[in-house]
């Protein structure tokens, strides 16, 4: 599951208007308006702007909805018509489709053909070619912590805190809800958490 969340972008548009897109900068004032949205975090909310920005620059009218909510709001706003366009990553596509027990989201190609397909034949709605990125989830700590437990693998970790260690995790509701995320890396690495301590 490691490679189960790569970047890309996900639109809906009509052809027209996603064709024009790729066109050169025109003063057509009617081109849009597109509605832009992303999640709460940071990342979401700069590519959102970084959305913004370019098609600004090319003309079209945008209404910016940076910031809409956590995936299954902004999820809802793009198949209800509130947002045209939003970043998304390909292996959420196991969750909106309810694959998530398919092999196919470990394979980054897979996972965005897979997607790609599926809504555009449910919902109409078009990713477009995938960003060079990978967003796969990670666990970090300090260096002082690795250094003064000798930690240097997950395996490292996980007996650290499975031993009583102290350890302060912070990250998105999504990293710690989501299966892929936390729960996963629980179950890979047996890491046993307190219930209070998240």
């Keep these: ?7 890309f972008v996900i639109i809906i548009i009509a052809s027209l208007i ?15 308006p597109i509605i832009v949205g992303s999640k709460i975090d940071t990342e979401g909310s700069l590519l959102s702007k970084m ?20 995936t299954s709001v902004v999820r809802k706003a793009i198949l209800s018509g509130e947002i045209d366009i939003y970043p998304e990553y390909t292996g959420n596509g196991a969750f909106f489709f309810e694959e998530t027990d398919s092999n196919v989201w470990n394979d980054a190609k897979k996972g965005y053909e897979r997607v790609k397909e599926l809504d555009g034949q449910e ?11 990978n967003n796969t989830w990670a666990i ?35 990293f710690v809800t989501s299966e892929v995320a936390l729960p996963a890396f629980q179950k890979a690495y047996g890491l046993i958490w307190e219930k209070n301590s998240l």
């Excluded at 996603?18 to 849009?32: L, M, N, V």
């Excluded at 919902?123 to 990125?133: D, E, F, R, V």
């Design 123 to 133: 919902n109409n709605i078009i990713w477009l070619t995938p960003a060079p990125a």
């Design 51 to 70: 959305i913004i920005l370019l098609l600004r620059e090319n003309g079209f009218e945008v209404g910016d909805k940076s910031g809409t909510g956590p």
């Design 18 to 32: 996603f064709t024009a897109i790729g066109c050169s900068k025109s003063d057509d004032k009617s081109k849009g």
């Design 1 to 7: 599951m490691k490679n189960l969340l790569r970047f």
């Design 140 to 174: 970090a700590v300090t260096g002082v912590l690795a250094e003064t437990e000798k930690l240097k693998t997950m395996e490292d970790f996980a007996e650290y805190v499975n031993s009583g260690g102290y350890v302060k995790l912070i990250g998105s509701e999504e």
